[in-house]
Each structure stands twice: as structure tokens, then as C-alpha cells.
């Protein structure tokens, strides 16, 4: 269902950016693409810095960074290129350009919101449950997006951090399948204290009675 789910949303967008034109589609999928992976990349070391320990505040701090890069890269781009400049192509090409680039971003951001929701514990509340959001379904739907940002971490990092991306988002999920996988020990009620009864120092035994030798009276 969640497949399915992000197909029928990425055909929205792309109905959407079709109207809007190849220009602005391409805007909006290269800034999700660094927002994407400026967000698994940087949180580890902004996650650090802040002290965060848990897996909540781990997958929160990768959603901040990503939401932020995205408002900021997308500020910069209205002000700097999409305020100033109006390319325009041809209307063939804005239509099918524009609407496949949306396809392809909103995807991109739908399989990092799966990522997210499936790594956190809301993993574990019933209605995410009903919708499909399961280990096992989630980790099917994830692979767009490591291709994505393994593409732009292949492009500026060094060949020796080449699987970082795939490692960060695998700790996520092992993490995750760690903490389930610990039992949880139920809550036992408090025992009574034992009360000491103190006890009496028992008598001491007299032993035999002393004889009396009444012949040498």
C-alpha cells in the first residue's frame, strides 16, 4: 500500500509541475535531492553536537536538517533564479519535462518521509501499521532514495566514504530492529515487606536439681 500510496502522490505532483514547466520541476527536484542528503549525511555529526542519543531525536534531527536545507535552497532559488529568470521551452516539453521531474521529486520526498516514519517509533502505532508501514515493506520502497543520494555523495566525497549513505540508513533500520527485538519486562506488583516477628531469647535449661547428702547430718 505504501508503493501504491507514493505512485498516486507523485502523480499529483507531476499533474501539478506539468502546469508549472520544466523549469521550476528541476528546481524543485535538485533541491530535494541535497535537502535529502545534506538530511542522512549531516545529521550524525549535528545529532553529536547536540547530544541527542535516542532514536526519536536521531530521526528528528534528520528531518530538521532536510526540512531546512530545503526551505533555505528553495529561497535561494526563488530569489536568485526563478524571481529574475523566466526560461520558457517548448509547450511539449514543459509538459512532459515539468511532469515527469515533479514524478520524480515527489517520489524522492515520499520514499524519505517512509524512510523517516518507518525507522521512528511511530512504526509501531496501529493506524502506520494498517497503512503498510512495516520493516519488511519499507525497506522495498527505500532504495530510490539511496540511489539519489548515493549519486550526489559519490559526486563530492571521496571513494572511501562510498557506502556511507547506505550504512547510515542501514544502523537506522538495525537500530530499530534492535530496540523491538528487546523484551520488555513486565511490570510485577511490589512485594510485601517481610515482617520480622522478634523472637523471645528462650529460657535457659536450670539442668538437674543439686542433691543434698543428708547422712552426714
Known amino acids: 500500500m505504501i508503493f501504491w500510496l507514493g505512485i498516486i502522490l507523485a502523480f499529483i505532483a507531476a499533474a501539478y509541475m506539468a502546469k508549472k514547466g520544466l523549469y521550476e ?13 545534506l538530511g542522512i549525511a549531516a545529521a550524525p555529526s549535528i545529532r553529536d553536537l547536540l ?3 535516542s532514536q526519536a531525536g536521531n530521526i528528528f534531527v534528520i528531518f530538521a536538517t532536510a526540512a531546512i536545507c530545503l526551505t533555505i535552497l528553495y529561497l ?4 536568485i533564479f526563478l524571481s529574475q529568470f523566466n526560461v520558457n521551452f517548448p509547450k511539449p516539453i514543459d509538459l512532459a519535462g515539468g511532469g515527469l521531474l515533479g514524478f520524480l521529486a515527489a517520489l524522492l520526498i515520499w520514499s524519505f518521509l517512509v524512510f523517516l516514519i518507518s525507522s521512528s517509533p511511530l512504526s509501531k502505532n ?6 503498510g508501514f512495516s520493516q519488511t515493506a519499507v525497506e522495498k520502497n527505500t532504495g530510490y532514495m539511496e540511489s539519489w543520494t548515493h549519486l550526489v555523495h559519490s559526486a563530492v566525497s571521496s571513494d572511501k566514504f562510498e557506502q556511507y549513505i ?9 537500530s530499530v530492529r534492535q ?6 519486562e513486565p511490570n510485577e506488583p511490589p512485594k510485601p515487606k517481610d515482617t520480622e516477628i522478634e523472637k523471645q531469647p528462650e529460657p535457659v535449661d536450670p ?9 552426714n547430718i
Open 51 to 53: 547530544g541527542v542519543n
Open 166 to 174: 547506505e550504512q547510515t540508513v542501514t544502523s537506522l533500520f538495525d
Open 25 to 37: 520541476a528541476w528546481t524543485l527536484l535538485f533541491n530535494s535531492v541535497i535537502a535529502v542528503y
Open 76 to 79: 535561494i532559488s526563488y530569489i
Open 126 to 131: 496501529k493506524l502506520f501499521k494498517s497503512l
Open 179 to 184: 530496540e523491538s527485538k528487546t523484551p520488555v
Open 207 to 215: 539442668g538437674p536439681p543439686p542433691e543434698l547428702d543428708f547422712e
